[in-house]
């Protein structure tokens, strides 16, 4: 569980060849989907594109153009409830619903760019087949549908014919906004990642190196899936919290750096010391009483450990209980940071880019986890730094603000 466990030489390598692995067909933990999606194409100037963002428990609906200058212009926004997460909907329903938040915008573009990031399988046609839905959305009439074509379908029975539409997930979206904004450092190429409740990972490979695609020249965006990296060997306590999750054995790279899982894991391991009398007697019924302990709790225990918020804000916890908790809670922070690093100096490593230090590889990092965790960011790019320049690679790591509005925006008017 320590983060000196880490032998980045080792996990790198592993991370290097599983993603070498899954760019053929089968036989690694990372998928290596093509999104058929060209990172290099040239963004018409003051252009309109809508945009539609579907993460999670909201949709969101804008139009985007660029000027001549790189700005981007987001004009009428609006959000609204993700169709299918109140209550479950009819295939029929879900479209029409999507098809009236469109009709404020519909005439102002024919391109239309999808930020859809649920688990689909990708086409050359820039379209994608649900493979199932997460985050509680509730409409089974869709798994196993193409959601762009059968969107375009249901606008054109409304009078909306000849409209073109790119789907794209999230992190695809993320590298696509690096480089739209990032192109003013002429950066060598750009990279997508994200950590926030989960992880995951986008780079550009060369189509030549994609042995299950047919196109053997140019360039496209992979989707690592990152999150489901296997070959790190699973601690003792990340054993024991993986088999209390819905899904053991799978996503268990995810489980060990991402939100959603960290502040369990911690809560698992102290939980286990405990037990085996590593605490006060006192501390040792606190810790047992906890029924949860989230990753923004983490946060604040790490950042003051005697806060009056902190989750073991209490007289029974003695000094040397607090340093324990201290200690622990660091390992698997630094533990994330490292592993974190690892996976971004993975995809810098694939991609052969960044050689120079006037052309570094652009790294477009979005995510709460990544950012709100008390010296999260700090310590993952210092070992980002010792990890890439040892090996002669040059980066440049950025945050865009509407990551993947702009993103979409980009594949929409590039396609």
């Known amino acids: 569980m320590s983060a000196n466990f880490v032998d980045i ?95 404020p915008v519909i005439n102002k573009s024919d391109s239309i760019g999808f930020c859809f990031s649920y688990p689909t399988e990708m086409a050359e046609s820039k379209d994608g087949k649900l493979l199932y839905w997460t985050k509680e959305v509730k409409v089974p009439e869709l798994v196993g549908e193409y959601i762009g074509s059968g969107l375009l379908a249901e606008l054109a029975k409304r009078g909306h014919t000849g409209k073109k539409l790119v789907l794209l997930n999230d992190t695809v979206s993320t590298l696509l906004a690096g480089r739209a904004i990032g192109k003013q450092w002429q950066c060598d190429s750009y990279i997508g990642f994200i950590l926030g409740t989960g992880t995951n990972t986008a780079y550009i490979e060369k189509n030549s190196n994609i042995p299950k695609v047919s196109a053997s020249s140019g360039t496209q965006v992979i989707n690592v ?97 607090r340093k324990t908790l201290y200690y622990f809670i660091l390992e698997l922070i630094e533990r994330a940071a490292k592993l974190t690093a690892v996976n971004i100096a993975a995809a810098v490593i694939k991609s052969n880019s960044g050689r120079s230090p006037l052309h570094p590889i652009c790294i477009n990092i979005d995510g709460s986890m990544f950012y709100e965790l008390f010296g999260f960011n700090e310590k993952c790019e210092e070992y980002l730094a010792a990890t890439l320049n040892s090996r002669g690679f040059y980066f440049k790591t950025i945050r865009v603000e509407n990551a993947p509005i702009i993103g979409a925006a980009f594949a929409g008017l590039a396609s």
Request: charged share 20%; hydrophobic share 35%; glycine share 8%.
């Open 9 to 103: 030489d080792i996990v790198l390598n592993d991370f290097c060849n599983e993603m070498e692995t899954g760019l053929s067909e089968g036989g690694s933990s990372l998928a290596m989907i093509a999104s058929y999606i060209k990172a290099d194409a040239c963004i018409p100037v003051n252009k309109p594109v809508i945009v539609l963002d579907a993460g999670g428990t909201n949709l969101r609906v804008c139009t985007v153009s660029f000027n001549e200058h790189g700005t981007v212009d987001i004009e009428c926004f609006e959000q609204y409830q993700m169709p299918g997460v109140s209550h479950e909907l009819s295939k029929q329903s879900f479209y029409n619903a999507i098809c009236d938040y469109l009709e």
């Open 225 to 321: 899936e990152s999150g489901n990296f296997s070959k790190y060997p699973q601690g003792d306590i990340d054993k024991l919290f993986d088999d209390s999750t819905t899904n053991p054995g799978a996503y268990t790279f995810e489980k060990m750096i991402s939100g959603r899982y960290l502040g369990s894991v911690a809560l698992c391991l102290l939980k286990k010391a405990a037990v085996n009398g590593l605490f006060s007697k006192a501390a040792t019924a606190e810790i047992k009483s906890l029924r949860c302990l989230t990753t923004p709790e983490l946060s604040i225990f790490f950042e003051n450990s005697f806060g009056l918020f902190t989750p073991f804000n209490s007289e029974k916890i003695t000094p040397n209980d």
